[in-house]
């Protein structure tokens, strides 16, 4: 296969012969364990800090404990759990923005992650100027935003406000210029939070669709999402977390299939992601 996601079917859709299994994975994920420092705020006496000045500092929280899993040219792996499990964290990794603490995570590819969108807006400039500093951010080069500059404003819907200081925006209203500046990209391993669609029910229908435009063209996609019938619909594997551990990796129906069991069937908002 060339790349790209010729169907979008769920797994069932594929045939064996449309994933690049003879090549080497994409993405490759062996024993990662990265933890947090927490710090304890409880008060103690002074006669505890002289008598046991090293106790109860400091707390470790794994994040991510001995996750294991691979990615091939043409899939598209969805990561379930609830929240706290590690998928954000995760994602972080897998676009070299966190260090692991020790196993090795191997990418061999130009990775696009769109997680948080709108990241590095300065409040000062206008909207014009924050899609160029945004799509810097991102690793766009100037002259394709010069080129795509009113298909960002258009897509966005912002009017005459893309002229306006950001402090003026709303939250919504940052969320989809940053939305519409990241669409443009023409991405090859795609990590996205499928929760990150902007805006109101219009907006959101019309940010879905484009996420489905970009997964058609990238290939690889890793998608975070709350929505089993959306993972079914789009993805060939998923991963299971649970406490920072892989609870179950493997193709997308029989993963699913038993996270809706462990969860009652019932699909959980993405509140406090981890």
């Not at 598209?76 to 759990?81: D, F, R």
């Amino acid at each position: 296969m060339a790349g790209g996601h010729p169907t979008l079917t769920g797994s069932q859709g594929k045939v064996p012969s449309q994933l690049n299994l003879a090549s080497p994975p994409l993405i490759e994920v062996r024993n990662l364990k990265l933890w947090y420092q927490l710090q304890q705020h409880k008060r103690r006496s002074i006669k505890e800090v002289l008598l046991s000045p090293r106790k109860g500092l400091a707390q470790v929280h794994w994040a991510l404990n001995g996750v294991n899993f691979q990615c091939h040219e043409g899939e598209a792996l969805g990561i379930v759990g609830h929240n706290g499990a590690g998928k954000s964290t995760l994602c972080l990794v897998l676009a070299g923005i966190l260090t692991p603490d020790s196993g090795t995570v191997q990418v061999r590819g130009e990775v696009t992650p769109l997680l948080n969108f709108g990241a590095g807006f300065n409040r000062e400039l206008s909207g014009r100027a924050n899609a160029y500093l945004y799509a810097s951010f991102l690793g766009i080069p100037h002259r394709v935003v010069d080129r795509r500059l009113d298909d960002i404003i258009a897509f966005s819907e912002l009017g005459n406000f893309i002229d306006q200081p950001m402090r003026s925006y709303s939250a919504g209203m940052k969320a989809r210029l940053g939305f519409s500046v990241a669409s443009i990209l023409d991405p090859k391993i795609m990590i996205l939070d499928e929760s990150l669609a902007p805006g109101d029910l219009v907006f959101k229908a019309k940010s879905r669709a484009r996420m489905m435009e970009m997964i058609q063209h990238s290939q690889l996609l890793i998608v975070v999402s709350h929505s089993c019938a959306l993972l079914r619909q789009i993805c060939t594997h998923c991963l299971w977390l649970d406490h920072g551990r892989t609870r179950l990796f493997g193709e997308a129906p029989q993963v699913l299939d038993a996270y809706e069991k462990a969860m009652g069937g019932e699909e959980i908002l993405d509140l406090d992601e981890s």
